[in-house]
């Protein structure tokens, strides 16, 4: 099958983010990806979104990271690095998403959780509909080998993951499907709204899991996933600009359903 789209094969932004809400980078990124079918995805979805599948699967991720310098436009981040708020505004966060197509089949991504090690969490999930979740968790980094390890605060899921970042990849058309992702999708009050995003490209490597146990996928309703996970890691991106979130209405049985690869034909 032909992939078309050059944006999305080169992993190069499809969003433009002229007026960005807020700014951020992310940093020490690993991608856990499972094969999933997609019918064991779907029943997580809302009914305006439709299973993004690859070759006929679908893929969630696990992706712990480091968020740090989030500010609003125009606030240089080397001046906030300066400042007591500073450290308020860096901590660990890991996401477990799947992959979509919303309305007009506009691929992107659906939070199933969000994990994070900040106060700010509940306002966080308050403002855009995500399923944010206070969390304590760590990144660290030793001998060649980068831990993640994190549980939510009282009580629930958790996981220990620790990968060996190896050689730098020039990435297939699989990675960038699961990594080029410029756009996602929330319900707040009953309504979608999507969130454009605009970064550099993610400078990819292969990685190798040397440990990883967790009960996230479980306890967002998953079975066990259909293969073996395929990993990357990313030093990470710092040009990260936040669009104005977009409200859908009355969109639903729009969506795509199950587009193969971008601009395949397969249903």
Same mark, same amino acid.
Not at 123 to 149: E, F, I, K, N, Q
């Given at each position: 099958?032909?992939?078309?789209?050059?944006?999305?094969?080169?992993?190069?932004?499809?969003? @433009?983010?002229?007026?960005?809400?807020?700014?951020?980078?992310?940093?020490?990124?690993?991608?856990?990806?499972?094969? %999933?079918?997609?019918?064991?995805?779907?029943?997580?979805?809302?009914?305006?979104?439709?299973?993004?599948?690859?070759?006929? =699967?679908?893929?969630?991720?696990?992706?712990?990271?480091?968020?740090?310098?989030? +500010?609003?436009?125009?606030?240089?981040?080397?001046?906030?690095?300066? =400042?007591?708020?500073?450290?308020?505004?860096?901590?660990?966060?890991?996401?477990?998403?799947? %992959?979509?197509?919303?309305?007009?089949? @506009?691929?992107?991504?659906?939070?199933?959780?969000?994990?994070?090690?900040?106060?700010?969490?509940?306002?966080? +999930?308050?403002?855009?509909?995500?399923?944010?979740?206070?969390?304590?968790?760590?990144?660290?980094?030793?001998?060649?080998?980068?831990? %993640?390890?994190?549980?939510?605060?009282?009580?629930?899921?958790?996981?220990?993951?620790?990968?060996?970042?190896?050689? /730098?990849?020039?990435?297939?058309?699989?990675?960038?499907?699961?990594?080029?992702?410029?756009?996602?999708?929330?319900?707040?009050?009953?309504?979608?709204?999507?969130?454009?995003?605009?970064?550099?490209?993610?400078?990819?490597?292969?990685?190798?899991?040397?440990?990883?146990?967790?009960?996230?996928?479980?306890?967002?309703?998953? /079975? +066990?996933?259909?293969? /073996?996970?395929?990993?990357?890691?990313?030093?990470?991106?710092?040009?990260? +600009?936040?669009?104005?979130?977009?409200?859908?209405?009355?969109?639903?049985?729009?969506?795509?359903?199950?587009?193969? @690869?971008?601009?395949?034909?397969?249903?």
């Amino acid at each position: 099958m032909t992939v078309s789209g050059s944006a999305e094969r080169r992993g190069a932004p499809d969003e @433009r983010v002229r007026l960005p809400v807020g700014r951020a980078e992310w940093l020490t990124q690993t991608f856990v990806h499972w094969p %999933y079918r997609p019918e064991d995805v779907r029943g997580l979805l809302p009914r305006e979104l439709a299973v993004d599948a690859y070759d006929g =699967t679908a893929w969630v991720s696990l992706t712990p990271f480091v968020m740090t310098r989030v +500010r609003p436009p125009g606030r240089p981040g080397a001046l906030l690095s300066r =400042t007591r708020l500073s450290r308020l505004l860096t901590f660990p966060e890991t996401n477990l998403r799947t %992959y979509v197509r919303g309305p007009g089949g @506009r691929d992107g991504l659906w939070f199933l959780d969000i994990e994070a090690g900040s106060a700010a969490t509940p306002a966080a +999930r308050a403002a855009v509909g995500a399923p944010y979740h206070w969390a304590d968790l760590s990144v660290t980094c030793h001998g060649g080998v980068v831990g %993640y390890a994190g549980s939510r605060r009282g009580g629930g899921p958790s996981y220990r993951l620790a990968a060996r970042p190896g050689d /730098p990849l020039a990435p297939t058309a699989l990675d960038h499907w699961l990594t080029a992702r410029w756009r996602a999708y929330t319900r707040r009050f009953g309504i979608l709204w999507e969130v454009p995003v605009r970064h550099e490209p993610w400078p990819l490597a292969s990685a190798t899991l040397e440990e990883l146990h967790e009960t996230l996928l479980e306890a967002v309703g998953l /079975p +066990r996933p259909a293969g /073996p996970p395929l990993v990357h890691y990313s030093p990470g991106v710092r040009q990260v +600009r936040f669009g104005v979130p977009r409200l859908h209405r009355g969109n639903s049985g729009r969506a795509a359903r199950g587009r193969s @690869r971008p601009g395949a034909g397969a249903a």
